[in-house]
Structures are given as C-alpha cells and as structure tokens.
C-alpha cells in the first residue's frame, strides 16, 4: 500500500459526458501528479500540482482539468468524454517537487467510455 | 523533442538467469532518471532514482547504471523470480520543464 488513495477504482460512463477522479496523497506530500496510461500504451504524465499550485503540464488534453485543494487532495475533471479517453488514470504524490523525491502511485481509476 | 527510448520491447527469460534492460534518451538537461516496476492493473512502484552525478544505484537484486555522457541507463536484474515478471519503466525528469518524460517500458516475462 502507497499511502495514496484515489477514487472511484472503476468508472463506466457514456460519450460527452463528464467526471471527476479523486486523489488524496500521502500523508505529508505536497505534490500530486496525473497520469493517463491507455491500453497497451505507456504511461503519460498530465500534469503536476505543488502545494495548490499547477507546477508542470504534460500532454493534457483541454478537455481536461485538475486542482489542488488546501487540504491537499486532487480532482482530475474530463469532460466531453470520447471513446479514446478510456484508459487507467494513475496519481501519485511525492513530498517535493520533481527533484530525486520518491513518488508513489496510487491504484488508479479505471475509466471505461462507452 | 524530448523522448526516452527502452529496449527491448519485451524480454523473456528463465527464473533464476540474469538479464538487462537498456534506456536511451535525448532529455537534456535532466533532474534525475527513475526505473519503475509496474505489475499489470497496477501502479508503479519505484526501483531507484539517480542525479545526473550518480552512476550506479542498487535496490536489492536490482541495480540501476547511468552514463551521462552517453545518455544511456540500463537495469541490471539478478537472479530472476517469477515475481520480477512485469514491465519496466525509464522516466527521466526535465530540469527545464519539471516534466517527466517516461518510455514505453519493457515487458518481462520469467519463466520456471
């Protein structure tokens, strides 16, 4: 167990339609970081917050939002879902920003578009 | 453009054989390269961490090397297990951007 939890674990919803993954990280980490791996595909990073504030962007859709919140937790908002959003949606957290500071995944969302 | 490039694609070996997984990338500069072991359906759990000063980096059976000037990495596993079957990730982190950049990995397979 990472300490990072994230919910739901499986999510099945239709085309245009919206939702939002929640991350809490671990205990005392102030970065949360997204991350989308698709079926067969690698790991893409999304985007990364430190301390309530967006730090690095990756390959995130505009379809796509996240936040931060003072207690630390994460949403990650897709709307306008299409079929190719399906995917694994990964969080993790570290105590820092991307320097050599561990990061620890969660178990992920499973998001099934239909 | 940034990427990380992993070799081979997919590995498989005898349990108890040694084998080694390569990484290459253009990244530059670069904060640190990460080797991730994801089992299928689940996160990835990390393996070692190394600054671009460090050279080699060991976590149990498993021992992480970093050229550099080459900008080559590659994961040394030792003694397979059944359970090392997974696929093995490169993530190198921009220093520029924060960015971390991962590679498609490599799927391991040991076989008894």
């Known amino acids: 167990d990472s300490g990072v939890t994230q919910t739901p674990k499986h999510l099945i919803t239709a085309t245009g339609q919206r939702v939002t993954l929640r991350c809490s990280p671990r205990s005392g980490d102030l970065s949360v970081y997204w991350y989308q791996q698709s079926l067969d595909q690698g790991l893409q990073f999304l985007i990364q917050?430190?301390?309530?504030?967006?730090?690095a962007k990756g390959n995130i859709l505009e379809r796509f939002s996240a936040q931060q919140f003072p207690d630390l937790h994460s949403e990650l908002n897709l709307s306008s879902l299409e079929l190719g959003d399906s995917a694994l949606y990964f969080c993790?957290?570290?105590?820092?920003?991307?320097?050599?500071?561990?990061?620890?995944f969660g178990p992920g969302t499973r998001l099934t578009v239909t | 453009k940034n990427q990380v490039e992993q070799s081979p694609q997919s590995l498989i070996i005898l349990e108890g054989k040694n084998c080694t997984l390569q990484c290459n990338y253009t990244v530059s500069p670069f904060s640190n390269l990460r080797w991730y072991k994801q089992d299928t359906g689940r996160g990835p759990v990390s393996l070692t961490i190394?600054?671009?000063?460090?050279n080699t980096k060991s976590n149990g059976r498993y021992t992480a090397t970093l050229d550099a000037d080459t900008k080559q990495s590659s994961l040394h596993i030792t003694a397979s297990q059944l359970s090392d079957s997974a696929s093995y990730i490169c993530?190198?982190?921009?220093?520029?951007?924060?960015?971390?950049?991962f590679g498609q990995g490599t799927t391991l397979q040991v076989k008894p």
């Open positions: 917050y430190y301390n309530g504030e967006e730090r």
């Open positions: 993530v190198v982190v921009s220093s520029n951007t924060g960015k971390l950049i």
């Open positions: 190394m600054t671009f000063s460090e």
């Open positions: 993790a957290s570290s105590a820092g920003l991307p320097g050599p500071y561990e990061q620890y």
